[in-house]
């Protein structure tokens, strides 16, 4: 399976917003883009004017990189978002907020989106009861999600499991801490979608 295994914090540099790929680091003073708030690379810190075509690449990319997916998926998500009546941008981050890897993170259950496809790979959690290893599982109204009874004995799951508890998931999502249960109560509006993204500039970029 095809993946990024560069430098995570170099991403969040370029793009010059804090992407959170580390997890608890994002929030300490070791955040790379805190220290160093320029672009990575020997012209990072030049001024250079952005163009229209510039702006629409990066917003791409940004949107890409928070959610941990390749070129071509991201096309295909865009395809499908572009057949789905209603916004196109709105439908585009949508579908991405649907992943299953995305929604492990929003329940809390994972510090990071790289650290719940990780645990989502290994096997970690079941939806409606079934299995799930694929991070990029479309989640539905409805489904539940579930810690396997097995994996509560790690101490890592231990403790997000723990921190879930603490912590508040957006309103199209539902977290029992008891039972370790997340569930989908509704499909998010643009409104519950906190990324730094500008979605009509992607449009733009892919209606050239």
């Not at 991403?11 to 320029?38: F, M």
């Not at 649907?98 to 790979?121: K, P």
């Not at 989640?139 to 231990?158: A, F, L, Q």
Request: glycine residues 8%.
């Amino acid at each position: 399976m095809a993946r990024y295994t560069g430098a995570q914090c170099k991403l969040c540099r370029r793009e010059g917003v804090k992407l959170y790929l580390k997890g608890d680091r994002c929030y300490t003073g070791k955040c790379a883009i805190d220290r160093r708030s320029y672009a990575p690379g020997q012209h990072g810190q030049s001024r250079r004017k952005v163009s229209e075509y510039g702006l629409q690449l990066r917003a791409k990319q940004r949107a890409r990189r928070l959610y941990g997916v390749l070129e071509k998926q991201f096309r295909n998500y865009f395809k499908e978002a572009a057949r789905q009546p209603g916004v196109t941008g709105t439908n585009l981050l949508r579908l991405l907020e649907r992943r299953l890897d995305n929604v492990i993170y929003r329940l809390g259950l994972g510090a990071s989106r790289n650290e719940a496809r990780q645990l989502v790979l290994h096997g970690h959690f079941e939806v409606n009861g079934r299995r799930v290893n694929i991070p990029s599982y479309l989640v539905k109204v409805g489904d539940e999600i579930t810690v396997k009874d097995k994996s509560k004995n790690s101490p890592r799951i231990k403790e997000l499991m723990e921190r879930a508890g603490e912590k508040t998931p957006p309103a199209w999502l539902e977290y029992d801490a008891e039972q370790a249960k997340g569930r989908v109560v509704a499909l998010p509006t643009r409104e519950q979608i906190d990324v730094p993204i500008e979605e009509h500039l992607i449009v733009e970029l892919y209606s050239r």
